[in-house]
């Protein structure tokens, strides 16, 4: 109970997830009397990210950092504009489209939503789009980046459960896919209060140009492709991937200067130890909880009200949502998965099926108040209130959920394609 009233305390008060964990840890160990633990604390944060699997999060962080500072970011919307664009409330439908393409190649939701809240939302008002509706959309359709490979989400599962991040990757793929097409669902559904195109904004539909803006869709195929043949481990994947970006960037685009390779790496660098030290202290937590047998009695507790497959799954989903209107997604799955995992066993649930429906489900915590980082991430580029925003998003998380109850009950769509190529 003290760790609890701690814990909450200070949230309100802005502790960072970071050290709210690693508190966490201390106060629990402390008040239950636990105090030995204290000699191997360190011992076990750092064995919480010793794992091979982890080497592909700088990586990927680096290919999404290029693809900021490269313009591809624009590349991306001038294609989904060909695309899409010429349809009633075009650049709401080019907003979800370039965030399908750029989950393809960040793999993190919140860099989307840093990165698209800044580069479409402004252009949606110019063209008579609400302020509140544009945000919405950016946040909700920001949560494709952990689903399709690459994600972030999937490596860390994937090295939790002991599964083949190639099988996770390629899982996620159909999943993503209907929540796109949700996506657009839903915005048809409101192409009536959406303004028409303006055709002026239209990119030039040169032979060169259209080439030009495409190159970028080589990187999530060198993923892919990589991964699905064998060829390639998805850290390998990652690392030719970010060759493939860092070529076009400086080469053809010569958006990247000799000048802009610091800035890149120190942004990498911290970005990718906010995410280790993360896994590292919720690792921790989920040790100390693990040690006075909390997580033992969660699982007899769910595995009490469940009475099969689907009911079990609908309920994690639940715990999930809960848990991640207070924790980040990776901490969520950390704390999660060595609880959950046996009992989804127990049950029978795929453990790639069992992978991807959490990897959804901890997305609804990114925009879910009253932590809810994506909220905040759109807050800071928009000016507006959180309430707002999530008005705005909401018709596109009732989408969102909408497509993670049929992958609930549909496990196909995740282990279908991974059997078929053979992983």
């Known amino acids: 109970m003290i760790t609890l009233a701690a814990f909450f305390l200070f949230l309100v008060l802005g502790l960072p997830i970071i050290f709210l964990l690693l508190l966490a840890a201390i106060l629990f160990a402390w008040s239950n009397g636990a105090t030995v633990l204290f000699d191997s604390f360190l011992v076990q944060a750092v064995k919480g990210i010793e794992a091979n699997g982890f080497l592909a999060i700088p990586l990927y962080m680096l290919v999404g950092e290029i693809m900021t500072r490269g313009g591809i970011t624009e590349r991306l919307i001038r294609t989904s504009m060909r695309l899409v664009g010429r349809m009633r409330g075009g650049l709401a439908y080019v907003n979800v489209l370039t965030n399908a393409f750029a989950a393809a190649i960040l793999g993190s939701a919140t860099a989307q939503i840093a990165i698209m809240s800044r580069s479409m939302v402004p252009e949606m008002e110019r063209q008579g789009y609400t302020r509140q509706f544009s945000t919405g959309l950016t946040v909700a359709t920001g949560l494709l980046g952990p689903i399709i490979p690459p994600s972030m989400l999937m490596i860390i599962y ?26 657009f669902v839903t915005v048809w559904l409101s192409k009536s209060n959406l303004p028409a195109v303006d055709e002026k904004m239209m990119p030039s539909m040169a032979w060169r140009d259209v080439i030009n803006d495409a190159l970028p869709s080589l990187i999530p195929v060198t993923i892919i492709a990589g991964v699905v043949s064998g060829a390639m481990t998805p850290t390998e994947a990652g690392a030719l991937a970010a060759v493939v970006a860092l070529s076009l960037a400086v080469f053809l685009y010569r958006s990247i200067k000799p000048a802009d390779f610091v800035p890149i790496m120190h942004s990498v ?22 040690y006075e047998a909390i997580p033992d009695m969660l699982a007899q507790g769910i595995a009490s009200m469940a009475v099969g497959p689907v009911t079990f799954l609908a309920l994690v989903c639940i715990a999930i949502f809960i848990l991640g209107m207070f924790l980040d997604g990776i901490g969520v799955l950390i704390v999660t998965v060595p609880v959950l995992l046996p009992i989804a066993a127990q049950f029978g649930v795929d453990p790639i099926h069992f992978g991807v429906v959490l990897a959804v ?56 394609l991974p059997t078929v190529a053979g992983l």
């Open 158 to 183: 994937g090295v939790l459960a002991y599964q083949s991040v190639a099988a996770l990757f390629i899982a996620g793929l159909i999943p993503g896919i209907l929540i796109t097409l949700a996506f």
């Open 269 to 290: 660098v911290l970005s990718s130890a906010s995410i280790i030290m993360l896994i590292g202290f919720a690792t921790l937590l989920g040790w100390v909880l693990a």
């Open 361 to 416: 489900a901890t997305l609804t915590g990114l925009v879910s108040p009253p932590v809810g980082p994506g909220l905040y991430l759109a807050m800071e580029a928009t000016g507006l209130k959180m309430m707002e925003v999530f008005k705005g998003a909401l018709p596109f998380l009732v989408a969102f959920l909408v497509v993670l109850a049929v992958i609930v009950l549909m496990p196909e769509l995740s282990v279908w």
